[in-house]
């Protein structure tokens, strides 16, 4: 039963979002009771976690295969800023109003990515590490470093939620990944 309210629920969010949509809608969708919820999840908030901890893991999924991939740390790093901004992109797809609830339930949506964050860091920091190993990057401080590179991926969230155009975006992501691995200074 409470895969079939987080499969329900899924939708009803994708829908109508967050916001909009209500314990009485899911109960309705379910053909239950609404009490029925509420024995698995306290208020609509948990059960939005269930629905993103979901989505969280699809996305999850696609990072550690970049994270395992036998490849250049180069390469590897231009993989994962492309396949994260990727997640970001499908979820907006799926979800359309995710880009206009974005800062309206920002409380909500950090608290959901403490978590993956706490893996983004963990990721990137390996990444960065093995790219030292190889000779390729010079970082001097990798934990400082993948934060700030983690702090950089999450400001440019909102914009690729807005942005429809799929050919813009991958450009716009190639181009992220270059000014990170290249920088700005003329060598």
Do not use: H
Not at 6 to 29: H, N, Q
Not at 61 to 77: I, T
């Amino acid at each position: 039963m409470r895969n079939e309210i987080i499969a329900a629920s899924r939708e009803l969010f994708a829908r109508y979002g967050f916001k909009k949509t209500a314990m009485d809608d899911i109960a309705r969708a379910l053909g239950k009771a609404k009490s029925s919820i509420y024995y698995y999840f306290s208020d609509k908030e948990e059960l939005f976690q269930a629905v993103a901890d979901v989505e969280i893991g699809k996305g999850k999924e696609e990072l550690v295969k970049v994270a395992a991939m036998q490849a250049p740390a180069r390469e590897k790093f231009a993989a994962y800023v492309m396949a994260r901004m990727s997640v970001i992109q499908s979820l907006a797809s799926y979800y359309p109003t995710l880009a206009e609830e974005y800062f309206e339930n920002y409380r909500l949506i950090e608290k959901l990515r403490a978590e993956i964050d706490r893996e983004e860091l963990s990721i990137i920091g390996s990444i960065l590490k093995d790219g030292v190993r190889q000779n390729l990057f010079s970082v001097q401080n990798v934990s400082l470093t993948a934060s700030n590179i983690l702090k950089v991926l999450k400001g440019m969230e909102y914009s690729y939620l807005k942005e429809k155009d799929s050919r813009k975006l991958k450009k716009e992501i190639n181009n992220l990944a270059a000014i990170l691995l290249d920088g700005l200074l003329k060598r």
